[in-house]
Nanobody
Framework: QVQLVESGGGLVQAGGSLRLSCAAS????????MGWYRQAPGKQRELVAV???????NYGDSVKGRFTISRDNTENTVYLQMNSLKPEDTAVYYC?????????????WGQGTQVTVSS
């Protein structure tokens, strides 16, 4: 089992910045990928950014060039630096972890943190 706790959401004006954090605990040795997804009202959950244990990164098209994901393996924490925020970035942001143990996959989600960008 892996527990994920997010922090750092809030209200910001368009053009501003926020930094989200996600701390993992529990069976952190099994984490293969860790990252962020978001869900806006009436929309499907979408990829924001994900990083593998090997360091490879994927970003959603809408955040490329504005958001940066990073990971502190010593603290079992993943960060999302969000710059040049737009009103359309408003959503609940969820931390996610994909764990692999003996080729069996388990997905874990945080409780979500609200990000609101005002115009």
């Amino acid at each position: 089992q892996v527990q994920l706790v997010e922090s750092g959401g809030g209200l910001v004006q368009a053009g501003g910045s926020l930094r989200l954090s996600c701390a993992a605990s529990g069976s952190v040795f099994s984490i293969n990928h860790m990252g962020w997804y978001r869900q806006a009202p009436g929309k499907q959950r979408e990829l924001v950014a994900v990083m593998s244990s090997g360091g490879s990164i994927n970003y959603g098209d809408s955040v490329k060039g504005r958001f940066t994901i990073s990971r502190d393996n010593t603290e079992n924490t993943v960060y999302l630096q969000m710059n040049s925020l737009k009103p359309e970035d408003t959503a609940v942001y969820y931390c996610a972890a994909v764990c692999l143990i003996l080729n069996q996959r388990s997905d874990y989600w945080g409780q979500g943190t609200q990000v609101t960008v005002s115009s």
